[in-house]
C-alpha cells in the first residue's frame, strides 16, 4: 500500500525524467495558451481547508464529493502534432517530464498513486481536444474526462490489449459522489482503496476550474490530522571543550522555516525533539537540515511531529496557506460532526432541486456514471516565539550560528 513514503524518492523515479529546459520553456508557454492563462507556472487548482463554516456552503450550494488520495498531484499534458501524441506530467514544482511517449492538446488534473502498480487518477479537465473548459461548470468537465478520455482509452485497451504492457502507468477517473453522499466516501469507498487516503475533497458543481487558489475547493481532514510543510533548519551547540566542531551528539535545535514567496522564508516554531527521536533520525542516516518536512500537530504532547519528507514540493506551504490550515486546526470538523451534518446538506440539496413552489427548476447535477468504480481532545497551538532567534533567514541558508546555536 502507498502510505506516502514513497515520496521520499526521487521524482525521477516516479515521473519520469524532466524534459531539458528549452522544452520545458516551450511547453509552459503551450500550457498557459491552452489554458487561456497570463502565467506560465503551475495552472492546477489549489483547496482551501475545511472549517466549521464550510458546513453553511456545503447547504447553500451543490457540491460532489470524493476521497483525497495520498499521492502526488500532478497534471497530464497531452500534445498532438502532426499523427504524433506525446505526454508530460507536470509537477507542483511546474517541472514537466516525460514518463514515456503515447489522446489533441489536452489538459487533465490528477492524482499519481505508487503502490504495487502506479496508477493515475484522474478528476477534472481543464482542455480537452483544444476546447478550454476551465469556465464550464464541473459537471461538463468530469462528463468530458469520462466521455472523451477515459470510454476511448478503454476501448483502445480492450481492442489492442499488447498496448497496456509498454504503459507508464495505469489511467481511471476518481469516482465522484453528491455533497450529501460523504459518509459513503468514509465508510465504504476509502476503506476499501489500495491506496493511503489524505481526507474528502469538496468541489462546487457550479463553478469553473480556477488556477491557483480557489475558495470553494475545500479539503477536508480530521483536526488531527491536518498537516503543514515547512523548510527545516537545525543549529548544534558547540562542543564543550573550546574547539569550533558542533556538538551533533546532542539533541539540536530544529526551526520550522515558513515560506513567503520567491527565495524568503521566516522563523515560524521549532519542531522538538526528544533523545529517541534524534537517534532514530541518525540511524536514518538521512540529511534533515534544509530540507521540506510535512509536520502535524500532536494534540496530546502539545508540539509538532515530524512525518516525512516532501521532495516532491521545492517550497514548504504559503504563509497564507499556513493560516488557513492552522485555523483548520484549531477550528476544525471532526468526522463525526462533518457525517452529522450530511441529512441537512441533503435536504438543502433537495429542496433546491424542488425550486420555490409552481416553478420550473432545472434539474440537479448528478455525476455521470463511471466506467469503472475506483478501486480529539482539542489543544491550543502556541502562539508567538518560544525562542528568541532572528526573524529572517534565506533559502539557501541563513545564519550559521543562533544563540551559540551552530549549522
Request: proline letters at 9%; aromatic letters at 8%.
Given at each position: 500500500m502507498f502510505d506516502g513514503r514513497d515520496l521520499n524518492r526521487p521524482l525521477e523515479e516516479l515521473l519520469g525524467p524532466p524534459v531539458p529546459p528549452p522544452t520545458a520553456r516551450r511547453l509552459a508557454q503551450h500550457?498557459?495558451?491552452?489554458?487561456?492563462?497570463?502565467?506560465?507556472?503551475?495552472?492546477?487548482?489549489?483547496?482551501?481547508s475545511?472549517?466549521?463554516?464550510?458546513?453553511?456552503?456545503?447547504?447553500?450550494?451543490?457540491?460532489w464529493v470524493c476521497e483525497k488520495s495520498d499521492g502526488i498531484r500532478v497534471l497530464m499534458l497531452v500534445i498532438c502534432n502532426d499523427n504524433a501524441h506525446e505526454v508530460f506530467l507536470l509537477d507542483r514544482n511546474n517541472t514537466y517530464r516525460n514518463p514515456a511517449?503515447?489522446?489533441?492538446?489536452?489538459?487533465l488534473d490528477g492524482e499519481l498513486l505508487v503502490d504495487e502498480t502506479t496508477r493515475l487518477l484522474l478528476f477534472d479537465c481543464l482542455v480537452c481536444d483544444d476546447q478550454n473548459l476551465m469556465g464550464k461548470p464541473l459537471i461538463s468537465r468530469y462528463g468530458r474526462l469520462q466521455d472523451w478520455l477515459l470510454t476511448p482509452f478503454e476501448r483502445m485497451l480492450k481492442e489492442m490489449p499488447h498496448l497496456a504492457k509498454d504503459m507508464p502507468f495505469e489511467l481511471g477517473v476518481k469516482k465522484m459522489e453528491l455533497s450529501y453522499?460523504?459518509?459513503?466516501?468514509?465508510?465504504?469507498?476509502?476503506?476499501?482503496?489500495?491506496?493511503?487516503?489524505?481526507?474528502?475533497?469538496?468541489?462546487?458543481?457550479?463553478?469553473?476550474?480556477?488556477?491557483?487558489?480557489?475558495?470553494?475547493?475545500?479539503?477536508?481532514?480530521?483536526?488531527?490530522?491536518n498537516s503543514i510543510d515547512f523548510k527545516l533548519e537545525l543549529r548544534f551547540l558547540p562542543q564543550q571543550n573550546g574547539s569550533q566542531d558542533t556538538d551533533s551528539c546532542s539533541v539540536p535545535l530544529c526551526l520550522l522555516m515558513v515560506w513567503c514567496g520567491k527565495d524568503v522564508y521566516e522563523y515560524f516554531d521549532v519542531l522538538e525533539l526528544d533523545e529517541a527521536e534524534w537517534a532514530d533520525m541518525k540511524a536514518s542516516n538521512s540529511q534533515y537540515d534544509d530540507r521540506i518536512v510535512e509536520v502535524h500537530w500532536d494534540f496530546e504532547r502539545q508540539r509538532?511531529?515530524?512525518?516525512?519528507?516532501?521532495?516532491?514540493?521545492?517550497?514548504?506551504?504559503?504563509?497564507?496557506?499556513?493560516?488557513?490550515?492552522?485555523?483548520?486546526?484549531?477550528?476544525?470538523?471532526?468526522?463525526?460532526?462533518?457525517?452529522?451534518?450530511?441529512?441537512?446538506?441533503?435536504?438543502?440539496?433537495?429542496?433546491?432541486?424542488?425550486?420555490?413552489?409552481?416553478?420550473?427548476?432545472?434539474?440537479?447535477?448528478?455525476?455521470?456514471?463511471?466506467?469503472?468504480?475506483?478501486?480529539?481532545?482539542?489543544?491550543?497551538?502556541?502562539?508567538?516565539?518560544?525562542?528568541?532567534?532572528?526573524?529572517?533567514?534565506?533559502?539557501?541558508?541563513?545564519?550559521?550560528?543562533?544563540?551559540?546555536?551552530?549549522?
Open positions: 500550457t498557459a495558451t491552452l489554458c487561456h492563462l497570463k502565467h506560465d507556472s503551475f495552472p492546477g487548482a489549489q483547496p482551501v475545511f472549517v466549521k463554516n464550510d458546513i453553511t456552503r456545503l447547504q447553500k450550494k451543490d457540491y511517449r503515447a489522446l489533441g492538446n489536452s489538459v453522499g460523504l459518509p459513503l466516501v468514509l465508510h465504504e469507498y476509502i476503506p476499501r482503496l489500495h491506496h493511503g487516503s489524505d481526507g474528502l475533497i469538496f468541489t462546487c458543481v457550479e463553478t469553473g476550474y480556477v488556477s491557483g487558489t480557489d475558495s470553494t475547493l475545500l479539503k477536508w481532514k480530521p483536526p488531527s490530522e509538532w511531529k515530524f512525518m516525512r519528507f516532501r521532495n516532491d514540493k521545492r517550497n514548504g506551504n504559503h504563509r497564507s496557506t499556513v493560516d488557513g490550515i492552522l485555523n483548520s486546526i484549531q477550528d476544525g470538523v471532526k468526522e463525526d460532526e462533518l457525517i452529522a451534518a450530511a441529512p441537512t446538506i441533503r435536504e438543502a440539496w433537495k429542496a433546491r432541486e424542488r425550486g420555490p413552489p409552481n416553478a420550473q427548476h432545472a434539474p440537479s447535477v448528478y455525476p455521470p456514471l463511471p466506467s469503472q468504480p475506483p478501486e480529539i481532545g482539542r489543544g491550543t497551538i502556541r502562539a508567538g516565539k518560544p525562542y528568541h532567534v532572528a526573524n529572517r533567514f534565506s533559502k539557501v541558508g541563513g545564519p550559521k550560528q543562533i544563540l551559540g546555536w551552530k549549522r
